[in-house]
């Protein structure tokens, strides 16, 4: 490096020669604080989305570089929100990026007593057969009155609020086609 | 709202600096009240005797908007001469069953106009009611629509003085809802009882309007839906339905919630509200029709076979026709209750083999949560989808059970897969949010590891099965060998959203316009030749375009904001806004103008999309014996209802009353001051050793549980924590589990600030730190102080990789359920508070044990539903 | 014990920070100290020739300096960085100052000390060109470090005063002279203890008048300072305090008497001293900690302020 | 440079700032803020902030306790048994005894862990004059006033910033917009700013090397430099959900909050009041100033603060004065006495 640069620009230097002689602010200015740019500015793309813990349904953008979300926040164009959100909504980049988050199934067998791993395959595989198992077994043609059911009550399930419309949909349609009945979510919780 | 909706209280923060006034009710001084203009702390479970007082001032002091109540609500129209009222039948409305804990409503009807028939005979009436006897399905089942009638030839008397108008049995029946009965019930002064009156009447009329807010907490009683009733009434007589800053606000707590019961993941609905077919009633498919809709009514749910038949296109395709019922028999029936807690106690009962619990985390955040993780050991098989390893995937490791000895981990025998899920910005689609708009929130970035969507996961699940059943000769196979299911997948496997959007619109399958998206439900025909996955979406892929997707920035645009997402149905923004105009189409008020009939172009106008037929005009009258939407005036906003109008009394759908009564919680320690009648008559109770409940006044033993507790959330968790204990971030904020007290009470009780108490119920106890704060204050009820603990519910034992844990405050309720929606009482029961920790292992056990004895609990105790003895004054 | 005055707060917690500073910086200020006083005392020994005086005083410097510097950077959070002090040159800012003159002082009280240890040297290095250099080099480093030695000694009082610590900042007129008439009886005593009789006098007269120095300014600083003077009275910084004005009396008191006729009370007495000065300094740091911990320190002195100017104001 | 340690002045220009766009701040209106520390979590996620220990405070809903290294924006909550303007709090004819604020403002902090762990004032240790810890209601008198107050507390990014001046490494540096940014790739981690603030907002983070981000170097709010840089608000006011936090031009915020004092004082909030807004005051203004509801120091905040550096000059003066003392002394016990 050019050591005349390096000396002039030496903050000592800066502060004798430029309009900052007690070296608070101009002079003392790094080279890497020169070029601070907010990663809002530096991502690849930004994506709009909706916030997705309370029905509010606060606007948000999503920030994205090298295929990876580094900022979430609220999106000024939604006259929901104007841009705003709450301390749940403005933790959601930590909610997706979360170290803790789970990353591969996890299996833990009858009796067993901790989890294993499971290819994901594998494990979506068992879930259809454990299904068609159970419903088998469960089948009810008529129900003790006689009335025509056709349906199955040996499975349920649970969930569905935080869930896309789209994933309820096929949620509900799939187990109706099963004959499963047993289908709850969170809005009678 | 400001605690667990901050964002949406902006609005009212603004409308505050505009000179609004707010104010909050709540038994605690909470983050609203902090910024309100007023609080007013009541006892938790006392809301339908404040909200009936107030009933009562306007009605005593002709606060109602007259004008208003004559022309949109039953206010004239006059009910049947069989009706009994709760007044005369010490808290029972006519029609009650004993024996099935319910009521037969056909008492409850409109006279009729020819008399023919006085039987509003649709729901609840002759069906078996009681929780363990089935039966119990049906009050939900009406969603936008309200429930049918018979005919909508009914008699009116304009003039409301008829001793049967609604008005009149109205002012009867609320004549005991004095400010004296509200302080006695609710513990609030009369002074600020009448200062609530006093500004809800004075902010309601032409020039102004008030609106009620509530978070679904309302819902999480034996009697919620009659809280809500209790404002809809309110809001009705003073012409606050339909009209801008008025209305009812539900505030809910998840971000599709709305569209998990538009969409439902719902045992007794199908998409759209139209209800699942029941056991030995709909045999067929007309009798299913006949079931929704008289077709002698007025209003839109008289379509109500196209909505059905295009759902069934939907589903079936091809293999939906005209003569196999449009394949309606594919539909499984349900018989009486399958919700979520009769399927946990089917659980305990070992009727069920498999449970998927998808974003959900019921071993926290559903009540009893020690009867849901029993249950859940009895499975053969679990799978779990979640972001986190949340306490329903792990307790049989670390659940409190297994402390205590009840469970042991090698003698669980339910196979539990875990399958991480993909977060919003991994996914694209759909959610509705608290106001019914559809907001379509793109995928931002690819899920990484075994990170999947829902959407992916089960149509994964849905192509294996369908493949391991290709070959099966089965008729009960038939459904899904013949289900629509192929959807266009990406490079990653991932189905295309839009394509399921698609089908939910609806597009032709048949004629010159066939594969073309539907641009709204008008559209929808019977005849098969539409196919639609939900009939109230229908219109948010209007002209091929992705509606829910829409984003031109609120500044841009009209306050109403149309062209941001896409609101059901048709893109209306606020339901039933042909009430903002007068009977003639003209807005009440120039300040209040919203939709108005346009004379010159002779259409409805306005800032919103007229929720009406656009081109009907305010003099439009139906011929005689006209149905459907032709049966309705010019002048019935109320469009999805049986005859058009706003229901201050219900004649027919609820299975609790036509009109809401002050009934005390299930568990309380003050005996009704109402009525004979301690508790909702009608509520589903669970006689069973593992759901005891407390002994309420009047019962030997009440005094055990001399206290009332309330759960809640605050603004830095979500519900059961598996979206915000796992965050360092939020975790930090409120890192544990507390009770808060008076300093009164904790005098009482010995409690110290900082240190830990054990509430105790008839099911566990649980220990928290303790707040004392001057936030919570005690209140007199009927002479008596009563103190009131808050809970927060955030916190479990454990799960895996959870930053904060803590006991769970869901675990010290008890089941007893709204029969007309089967949601629990989880925002109040009776307790008791001592200070310290509680007993670990199995002294805990013998610690409720011992608190059971002293209080003399059976199966039987808390769970008479019939206290009043009829016709008693 | 209940304080005079009531006031309000936060919950007890403080309104300022006490500095995240751990036992190094009451170290390096005495230290400083010592180097400073040291290197008067040796130049002044080195021109009126007592070259046991000087020899203490160089090597007392060059220790105490390096020491001080050690400590100094040690309580860096990131003593890698250490020379990023050299970054800028600050008036405003007293470590600022500081780093500059130590870093003028440091190498010239360096080979003054270092050439104190010429004579241990190997031959060959003592009487090669550098230890030649080294020997005429001594006298104008030790001198220029004398000059700068003043500065060395008082600038630390400013760096504790410019702070928002009640205690430190309420102290800032009296303090630079406790501290340097603290140096002076530090090196002072050094010297006493450690120079033969014969040459002590100068050291036992900088003993002596800087302990008075340092009793008279503290006396009257602590007058000055209201209610920030009572953490200098209570806990470990009370007893520091009183241990540094028994230690630095009872010193100067031998010394002014004994410090001449005996070896033994000669140490005695300059053991006394260079102890009671690092007591001031720890007790002057520790009071300082406690009173930015209590929020009363903050509170009640600002409150009177506002109350008296709204007084003063009329209203 | 007249006013460069003392009195009204616009920083950045002073700063060496050659057409220094308009000073920016924040005005925190303390009587919109309802409390739901969206701020702290906007900032610690924009800023990649480590979480500051799971501590349970027992101060209100305050689990933060104070600003810190890790903690560039804290809410205070504040029970007070005292009305709010004409706010009815409803407490009035219920059967309330007096009131426990006391015994909340004495709960101890034993519990604070992370980098405020030092910040924990043993109240046993410290009487506050306030009255003895008894548990409420056992002199028999009622509580009908309450009020919550909830206030954003944030650095003050003062006119004359004593954690700047004192920076001995220019790390602390005064931006063109006039406000106060530790450099992080020059911090060396001195702690001197730390007893400079005269708000106690700076601090050193502490942590494990390598693992926690920064540690050793002081850090504190940056208004958000970099966003701020780029035409974008911080991060607390753009989540703010009631705009408590209103970030601008500092000339046209401290119009926007004089109105609104004056708003509130119509109203009958005759609290309201204003605090750092005066450029005439110990600091020169603050950049970031608040209206607050009550005495600055119920929130934390010191009541008349000055900042350190006006008192400088003197110092160096009386330390040069001391100088040349401990110089003549020396030069005296060479001279006098002889031997």
């Known amino acids: 490096m050019d050591a005349r640069k390096t000396f002039l620009s030496w903050p000592v230097v800066r502060q004798l020669t430029g309009e900052d002689p007690l070296g608070r602010g101009a002079a003392a200015r790094s080279a890497r604080t020169a070029e601070i740019r907010p990663r809002t500015a530096t991502a690849d793309r930004v994506v709009q989305s909706v916030c997705p813990y309370c029905a509010v349904g606060c606007g948000q953008k999503v920030f994205v570089k090298d295929e990876k979300v580094v900022q979430i926040e609220g999106d000024p164009d939604s006259p929901v929100s104007r841009g705003r959100l709450c301390p749940k909504g403005s933790a959601s980049e930590q909610l997706v990026n979360s170290p803790g988050r789970v990353r591969t199934v996890r299996y833990r067998r009858p009796f067993g007593t901790d989890w294993e791993d499971l290819p994901l395959e594998k494990a979506v595989d068992m879930v259809a057969e454990r299904m068609l198992d159970t419903r088998a077994r469960t089948w009810q043609d008529v129900d003790h009155r006689g009335h025509r059911v056709n349906r199955t009550l040996g499975f349920a399930s649970l969930g569905g609020a935080t869930l896309d419309n789209e994933e309820n949909y096929l949620i509900k349609k799939l187990f109706t086609a099963l004959g499963a009945v047993q289908i709850e979510n969170q809005a009678r919780i | 709202m400001a605690e667990c909706h901050p964002v949406g209280f902006q609005w009212v923060m603004e409308a505050k600096a505009r000179g609004a006034k707010v104010i909050h009710i709540d038994p605690r001084f909470t983050r609203t009240s902090a910024v309100a203009d007023t609080h007013v702390p009541l006892r938790a479970g006392s809301d339908i005797a404040f909200l009936g007082g107030i009933v009562k001032y306007i009605l005593d002091n002709e606060k109602y908007f007259r004008e208003y109540v004559v022309a949109y609500t039953n206010a004239a129209t006059l009910v049947g001469e069989d009706f009994v009222d709760s007044e005369d039948l010490g808290g029972l409305f006519s029609g009650y069953d004993e024996e099935k804990a319910s009521y037969d409503q056909s008492s409850w009807a409109y006279e009729r106009a020819d008399e023919a028939a006085a039987a509003g005979d649709r729901e609840g009436s002759g069906k078996g009611n009681g929780a363990q006897d089935g039966g119990h399905a049906e009050g939900h089942a009406f969603g936008s629509g309200g429930p049918g009638l018979d005919s909508h030839e009914v008699q009116r008397d304009e003039t409301l003085q008829h001793p049967r108008t609604v008005f009149q049995v109205l002012k009867r029946h609320y004549a005991r809802y004095t400010p004296e009965m509200v302080e006695e019930v609710c513990g609030v002064s009369r002074a600020q009882f009448l200062e609530v009156c006093e500004a809800v009447t004075a902010n309601s009329g032409r020039e102004r309007t008030t609106c009620w807010v509530y978070s679904v907490g309302w819902t999480h009683h034996s009697v919620g839906v009659q809280y809500i009733r209790g404002s809809a009434i309110i809001q009705l007589l003073l012409g606050n339905m339909g009209r801008p800053g008025g209305g009812i606000l539900a505030l809910r707590g998840h971000a599709s919630i709305q569209g998990s019961t538009d969409i439902p993941t719902l045992f007794n609905l199908l998409p759209g509200y139209l209800p699942m077919p029941k056991a030995g009633e709909d045999e067929s498919f007309g009798a299913y029709l006949d079931t929704i809709r008289s077709t002698e009514q007025k209003g839109f749910w008289t379509n109500a076979d196209a909505y059905t038949v295009s759902l069934l296109k939907a589903w079936w395709g091809e293999h939906a026709t005209a003569e196999n019922g449009y394949a309606f028999d594919y539909l499984p029936r349900i018989s009486g209750d399958h919700s979520t807690y009769q399927t946990v106690l089917d659980m305990n009962d070992g009727k069920i083999e498999g449970y998927f619990l998808l974003g959900q985390n019921p071993a926290v955040g559903s009540a009893h949560g020690r009867l849901q993780r029993l249950g859940m050991a009895q499975l053969k098989w679990l799978v779990v989808r979640d972001l986190n390893m949340i306490e329903s995937a792990t307790f049989w490791k670390d659940g409190p059970e297994i402390a205590t000895g009840e469970m042991k981990t090698e003698e669980i025998g339910t196979e539990v897969f875990f399958f991480p899920a993909a977060a919003h910005t991994e996914k694209s689609g759909t959610f509705t949010q608290t106001q019914r708009m559809l907001q379509w929130h793109h995928k931002a970035v690819e899920p990484e590891g075994d990170r999947r969507s829902e959407l992916e996961f089960f149509h994964l699940v849905g192509q294996k099965i369908r493949a391991k059943l290709a070959d099966s000769t089965l008729e009960r196979d038939r459904p899904i060998q013949h289900l629509t299911w192929d959807y266009p997948v990406d490079e990653h496997g991932e189905p295309s959203a839009e394509a399921v959007l698609q089908e939910v619109n609806g597009r032709y399958v048949s004629g010159e316009k066939a594969g073309r998206p539907l ?43 149309p062209d941001w997402g896409w609101a059901w149905p048709m893109n209306r923004r606020q339901l039933y806004n042909r009430a903002s105009a007068d009977p003639d189409g003209k807005p009440w008020s120039e300040r209040k103008a919203y939709v108005w009939w346009d004379e010159d172009q002779a259409k409805w106008v306005g800032h919103d999309v007229p929720d009406f037929q656009v081109g009907k005009a305010p003099s439009y009258r139906p011929e005689p014996g006209a149905t459907g939407p032709d049966a309705l005036a010019g002048d019935d906003p109320f469009i999805m209802q049986a005859d058009g109008k706003g229901w201050l009394y219900a004649p027919s759908g609820l299975l609790d009353g036509p009109m809401p009564v002050h009934y005390e919680p299930a568990e309380s320690p003050v005996r009704n001051p109402m009525y004979e009648q301690q508790g909702n008559p009608t509520r589903e109770v669970f006689k069973r050793k593992d759901n005891l409940q407390n002994p309420s006044a009047g019962e030997a033993g009440s005094e055990v549980f001399p206290y009332v507790f309330t759960t809640y959330r605050l603004t830095e968790h979500h519900t059961a924590g598996g979206m915000s204990r796992w965050l360092p971030y939020l975790s930090e904020l409120q890192p544990e589990f507390f009770c808060e007290v008076s300093p009164e009470h904790a005098r009482e009780r010995g409690l110290e600030h900082l240190g830990w108490a054990t509430i105790v119920t008839a099911r566990t106890a649980i220990e928290a730190r303790v707040l004392v704060t001057d936030r919570v204050v005690p209140l007199t009820v009927g002479g008596k102080v009563i103190h009131q603990v808050g809970l927060p519910y955030h916190w479990g034992v454990g799960g895996g990789g959870a930053i904060v844990s803590g006991d769970s405050a869901n675990d010290l309720f008890g089941l007893s359920l709204d029969a007309n929606v089967h949601i629990q009482e989880s925002k109040v029961a009776s307790c008791d508070i001592v200070p310290g920790r509680r007993p670990t292992g199995p002294e805990l056990l013998q610690f409720v044990e011992a608190y059971r004895s002293r209080a003399g609990i059976t199966v039987e105790t808390g769970n008479t539903r019939h206290t009043a003895q009829e016709g008693s004054p | 014990m209940v304080p005079d005055a009531t006031f309000t707060s936060y919950y007890g917690r403080p309104v300022v920070k006490a500095a995240p500073w751990e036992k190094d910086i009451p170290a390096y200020l005495f230290l400083g100290g010592l180097a400073g006083g040291s290197s008067l005392m040796s130049a002044g020994a080195d021109l009126s020739g007592r070259p046991g005086l000087r020899r203490v005083g160089r090597l007392g410097a060059l220790v105490g300096i390096s020491a001080s510097m050690f400590a100094l950077v040690h309580d860096l959070g990131r003593p890698d960085r250490f020379h990023h002090m050299l970054r800028v040159a600050k008036p405003t800012s007293p470590m600022s100052v500081g780093t500059w003159i130590l870093t003028a002082y440091g190498p010239a009280a360096g080979l003054a000390g270092a050439a104190e240890l010429r004579p241990l040297l190997p031959a060959r290095l003592r009487d090669g060109l550098a230890g030649k250099l080294l020997g005429l080099a001594a006298r104008p480093a030790g001198l220029g470090a004398a000059l700068l030695a003043p500065a060395v000694a008082s600038y630390t009082a400013v760096l504790l005063s410019d702070t928002a610590t009640p205690t430190w900042h309420e102290a800032h007129n009296e303090l630079p002279f406790v501290f340097v008439g603290s140096a002076s009886a530090a090196a002072g005593g050094l010297g006493m203890a450690l120079a033969p009789l014969s040459e002590s006098g100068p050291a036992q007269r900088l003993a002596v008048g800087g302990a008075l120095l340092e009793l008279a300014a503290e006396h009257k600083m602590e007058r000055s300072m209201g209610l920030t003077a009572e953490p200098l009275h209570q806990g470990r910084a009370g007893q520091l305090m009183q241990l540094s004005k028994t230690l630095t009396a009872f010193g100067a008191l031998t010394a002014a008497l004994l410090g001449r006729r005996s070896r033994a009370a ?50 | 440079m007249s006013n460069s340690f003392f009195g009204p002045l616009d920083p950045a220009p002073d700063a060496g700032w050659v057409e220094a766009p308009p000073r920016k701040g924040f005005f925190t209106d303390t009587s919109v803020c309802i409390g739901c520390k969206a701020c702290e979590v906007a900032c610690k996620e924009w800023n990649a902030i480590p979480d500051d220990g799971m501590n349970f405070l027992g101060s209100s809903y305050d689990n933060t306790g104070a600003l810190g290294a890790s903690t560039w924006r804290h809410v205070a909550f504040i029970e007070q048994s005292k009305p709010l303007g004409t706010q009815d709090a409803g407490f009035a004819g219920t059967a309330a005894g007096p009131a426990a604020t006391d015994v909340l403002n004495r709960a101890a902090d034993s519990a604070l862990t992370g980098d405020r762990s030092r910040l924990g004032t043993d109240t046993n240790a410290v ?135 004056e708003t509130l004082q119509a109203a009958g909030v005759h609290d309201a009041k204003l605090y750092g807004h005066d450029a005439d005051d110990g600091i020169g203004g603050l950049g970031a100033f608040f209206l607050l509801l009550d005495e600055p120091e119920v929130y934390g905040l010191p009541p008349d603060p000055i900042v350190t550096t006006k008192d400088l000059p003197a110092m160096w003066r009386k330390a040069g004065l001391a100088a040349v003392t401990l110089l003549a002394g020396a030069v005296a016990v060479f001279t006098a006495g002889g031997s």
């Not at chain 4, 940014?181 to 005269?198: L, M, T």
């Open chain 3, 266 to 315: 000669a140490v005695v007495a300059g053991t006394a001293l260079v102890t009671g000065s690092a007591c001031t300094r720890f007790g002057i740091f520790e009071a300082g900690q406690d009173s930015a911990r209590d929020p009363k320190y903050t509170v009640v002195p600002q409150r009177e302020r506002l109350n008296a100017r709204a007084s003063a104001g009329g209203t």
């Open chain 2, 519 to 561: 641009s709204g439900f008008a559209e929808l025909k019977a005849d098969g030749s539409t196919a639609c996955g939900c009939w109230i979406y229908s219109g948010v892929y209007a002209d091929g375009v992705n509606q829910s997707a829409r984003r031109k920035p609120g500044r841009e645009q009209s306050w109403v904001a």
């Open chain 4, 127 to 261: 009487d506050l004059g306030m009255p003895k810890v008894e548990l409420p209601g056992a002199d028999g008198a009622g509580r009908a006033d309450f009020r919550w107050l909830m206030e954003s507390d944030v650095c003050k990014h003062c006119t004359h910033a004593a954690c700047l001046d004192v920076c001995p490494t220019g790390s602390l540096f005064r931006t063109e917009f006039g406000t106060v940014v530790v450099q992080d790739d020059i911090c060396n981690g001195c702690g001197y700013c730390v007893p400079a603030c005269p708000f106690g907002v700076i601090d050193r983070r502490i942590g494990e090397k390598g693992v926690t981000k920064n540690v050793g170097i002081a850090q504190k709010c940056t208004l958000c430099y970099d966003r701020i840089g780029d035409g974008l608000q911080p991060a607390c006011a753009t989540a703010c959900p009631t705009q408590s936090i209103q970030y601008g031009d500092v000339d046209e915020l401290r119009e926007r909050a004089q109105k609104r004092v």
